[in-house]
């Protein structure tokens, strides 16, 4: 069963804007964090943010700080991750998660993950 749905992934120029979108439902809606994690072609996973359940409270990685910004509508179920200035670097399959116990920068301490979508930018 389909608990974590992403979308809005697709291919952009270096410079350009994306907004990543995150649709959760059964068990993965009583997640107290919702994540996202990235991993390109030959590289591990990589974390990009977190937002605890409240919304108030937001964690990035370093490369993306500035840049991306996550947020959560909970009556509509949805996580989103607006992506502005991408960078080639930025290539990638992007996962939502939910959170289950643990560091928040880690991909272990999630216990659900979407399907991933696909982020390339061109040069």
């Known amino acids: 069963q389909v608990q974590l749905a992403e979308s809005g992934g697709g291919l952009v120029q270096a410079g350009g804007s994306l907004r990543l979108s995150c649709v959760a439902s059964g068990r993965a809606l009583n997640s107290a964090a919702m994540g996202w994690f990235r991993q390109a072609p030959g590289k591990d996973r990589e974390f990009v943010a977190a937002?605890?359940?409240?919304?108030?409270?937001?964690y990035y990685a370093d490369s993306v700080k500035g840049r991306f910004t996550i947020s959560r509508d909970n009556a509509k179920n949805t996580v989103y991750l607006q992506m502005n200035s991408l960078k080639p670097e930025d290539t990638a399959i992007y996962y939502c998660a939910g959170y289950a116990s643990g560091s928040f920068y880690n991909g272990r301490s999630y216990g659900y993950w979407g399907q991933g979508t696909q982020v390339t930018v061109s040069s």
């Open positions: 937002i605890l359940r409240s919304g108030f409270t937001t």
